[in-house]
């Protein structure tokens, strides 16, 4: 997984509440079996005139005029700013997927849905929740100046504007510190292999008919 | 020291590891997988040379994008027309065959949706951590389990640690008091609740529902309840262990016997919250309170009483609940002012793993009986949610009274609730639909979902547009 230590990038706007996860990423993209190559089909239905079909050549295919991202201001934005839910609904994780693949490496937001709040965190990707007046406050800047820019650092918990203004906002350790290292998590949970083993042999013990039911088991 | 919930307990029983940071690893018991979410998390497997951790953990059954219609299933996963849904379906099973996972195949009478598969096998049971790469895996609560979803990277996690790295929930008591109005269901009481606390409200916490009627309640209606936890915010819902949970799960092929299943129900006897136990927030409902509820938006808390009235966006002080109001009336072709019950329909979709279990098969053919499809209607689909809830209806006649009115009887899978196979709505099109999304495009393109209960989506059927079913249910009685 990419590290995310300090990002300095455009910001683009998500204006809306409860921007679910097939909007982010229309179900018909979910048959692929590949993690990669979501991009061009975030926000598919709101970015396109057209009907997607997966593996089809987005270039070719006319842009709805209306929707920011297609905009020539926000072309090259690495920081969403959305409002309140974002990410309701199905857990795909292919809506990370298409965030990232984007270019998108942070979402600003006063609220998020905690799995995919949880599902950002394993794709290098930094959901930072402010206050309402904040998130307001930054919307009105970003549309009166072209090429409105911010500053996330992670390590100090801060959002920083180019006027100086700052925003602290809170992550929990854990997440933070795989998210600063690009840790894999399995890697780290395997450290914790002789824990695992010994609370499954307990578990056993105390619970067996979990065990041994969809498939006889080794021990 | 105060009492338990029963989230608290069931956290507390699988907890591996405290961490200092505050992140805790918790054993999974159940892991069930589908085609959509897994395909990445098992090629993420085979690129770090890991195997899963215990195979015994793990189920898996294809169900987001297979056909419901019979000529097409008939030819199994060669069969899938689509070569794209083709492909996912066949890379579960090669993957299953691979790393010797069992997995319930498409033709098999056991397939079905994950989410009513699990109970029904026995594979969910009271006590258990279940997860699975699917929002709705809430669903299982219901026996007094600890069940949510996760996504892809949390499914590989699974698949090799056995354990998830989490953050503990807050607890949030839903109490629902007194009794239900003869009609109302508990997709009713679901919607009603997510009308009062929103989407969001349950965001960051473990719902528990209780009260006498989710005591009352069936185990069917208690997995529509929990399923539809999500839609609230809330990753978990969960109800007590009872002698109606007992009574479900007791003979099931994976749930013990004998011995086994003494010593089981011992154990799950303290699948309850303590007398003395304490929530951070409690909402209380009155049953008698909630009417048959339809949503009129694209949000599952944009929901009315069926006798409502679509609201006003210039009436709303709230901006962003304006514009989102506004936003809703335009795609969904409805005028402020308008009845509830003058929503013309053009499809009526009765399945999903929120609604397509026996007992919501039967409160919709109750409602059919002897009367037919509006001829205003382009399609009725009823999709059981299973091969043995399909061949339960069939035992009872249930698919002779769908056809009879004019519906279509289909083979099991998620079908019309998000559209990855042949069942989609048409743009414009309106759906009174038994699913648990009435997102923009969630059943094709520019569709238009109308969330409510089985016997609802039945009268509507009918009348070809909503009406109150109690309405029908009276001169049926």
């Known amino acids: ?219 | 020291m105060a009492g338990l919930t029963l989230y608290d307990k069931l956290w507390r029983n699988h907890l591996v590891d405290q961490r200092e940071d505050g992140s805790a690893l918790i054993y999974i018991d159940r892991h069930l997988i589908h085609e959509v979410t897994s395909p990445q998390a098992f090629e993420g497997l085979r690129l770090a040379g890991r195997r899963p951790w215990r195979l015994g953990a793990n189920l898996a059954v294809p169900d987001h994008n297979v056909p419901t219609s019979r000529e097409e299933r008939a030819g199994g996963i060669a069969g899938i027309l689509d070569q794209v849904s083709r492909l996912q379906v066949q890379t579960l099973d090669d993957n299953c065959r691979d790393f010797d996972i069992e997995e319930i195949p498409i033709n098999d009478v056991r397939q079905g949706i994950v989410h009513v598969v699990g109970p029904e096998q026995g594979a969910t049971l009271p006590g258990m951590t279940v997860v699975c790469g699917d929002s709705h895996t809430s669903t299982h609560g219901a026996l007094g389990a600890l069940a949510h979803g996760i996504g892809t990277s949390e499914v590989e996690h699974v698949l090799a640690t056995q354990c998830l790295i989490q953050q503990k929930m807050k607890n949030l008591l839903i109490q629902v008091d007194g009794q239900l109005q003869r009609g109302v269901t508990s997709k009713d009481v679901a919607l009603a609740i997510i009308g009062q606390i929103g989407t969001a409200g349950g965001t960051g916490y473990a719902i528990e529902f209780a009260g006498e009627v989710i005591r009352d309640m069936s185990m069917e209606g208690r997995m529509t309840l929990c399923n539809m936890s999500i839609e609230a915010g809330a990753r978990m819902g969960m109800i007590a262990v009872d002698q109606t949970t007992l009574e479900y799960v007791e003979g099931r092929t994976f749930a013990p016997s004998g011995a086994l299943w003494d010593a089981a129900c011992a154990a799950w006897a303290d699948l309850h919250s303590d007398a003395d136990a304490v929530f951070d927030q409690t909402i209380t409902f009155r049953g008698e309170d909630i009417m048959p509820q339809v949503t009129w938006g694209n949000s599952p808390e944009m929901v009315l009483p069926v006798n409502g009235i679509i609201p006003d966006p210039e009436a709303m002080e709230n901006a962003t609940q304006r514009s989102a109001t506004i936003r809703a009336l335009h795609y969904m072709g409805l005028k402020p002012g308008m009845a509830i019950t003058d929503i013309q329909l053009d499809r009526v979709f009765i399945g999903s793993c929120t609604n397509s279990r026996i007992e919501d098969l039967r409160a919709a053919a109750e409602v059919v009986r002897g009367r037919q499809v509006a001829s205003t209607l382009k399609q009725a689909l009823v999709v059981p949610g299973s091969g043995q809830v399909k061949a339960q209806a069939e035992a009872e006649g249930l698919h002779e009274i769908f056809l009879a009115a004019g519906m279509e009887w289909r083979e099991p899978g998620c079908s019309m609730c998000l559209a990855m196979n042949a069942d989609k709505l048409g743009s414009g099109e309106h759906c009174a639909s038994t699913s648990n999304r009435n997102f923009e495009g969630r059943q094709g393109i520019g569709g238009r979902t109308h969330l409510v209960s089985p016997a609802m989506a039945a009268a509507a059927a009918i009348a070809g547009h909503f009406v109150d079913v109690r309405t029908l249910q009276e001169h049926s009685a």
């Open chain 1, 1 to 219: 997984m990419k590290s995310f230590t300090v990002l300095e990038g455009l910001v683009a706007p998500m204006d809306r509440a409860n921007v679910d996860t097939d909007m982010i990423i229309p179900k018909q993209f979910l048959k692929s079996i590949k993690r990669s190559g979501f991009g061009p089909n975030l926000f598919d239905e709101m970015r396109y005139l057209d009907e997607g079909q997966p593996g089809e050549d987005c270039t070719q295919r006319p842009l709805n005029p209306e929707f920011p991202l297609n905009h020539a201001r926000y072309q090259g934005a690495s920081v969403l700013l959305a409002r309140e839910n974002f990410g309701c609904g199905s857990s795909r994780e292919h809506a990370p997927w298409a965030l990232e693949d984007y270019g998108f490496r942070c979402v600003i937001a006063p609220s998020f849905a905690d799995i995919f709040y949880n599902n950002c965190f394993k794709n290098g990707i930094l959901p930072v929740v402010l206050p309402e007046a904040a998130v307001e406050q930054l919307f009105q800047a970003l549309y009166v100046e072209e090429g409105y820019r911010l500053e996330i650092d992670l390590e100090q918990q801060e959002v920083r504007t180019g006027e100086g203004q700052v925003f602290g906002f809170s992550v929990d350790a854990a997440r933070k510190q795989c998210l600063l290292k690009g840790l894999d998590d399995i890697g780290v949970t395997l450290e914790s292999a002789a824990a695992i083993r010994q609370f499954e042999t307990r578990w056993r013990a105390q619970s067996p008919w979990l065990f041994d039911v969809i498939r006889k088991e080794q021990r």
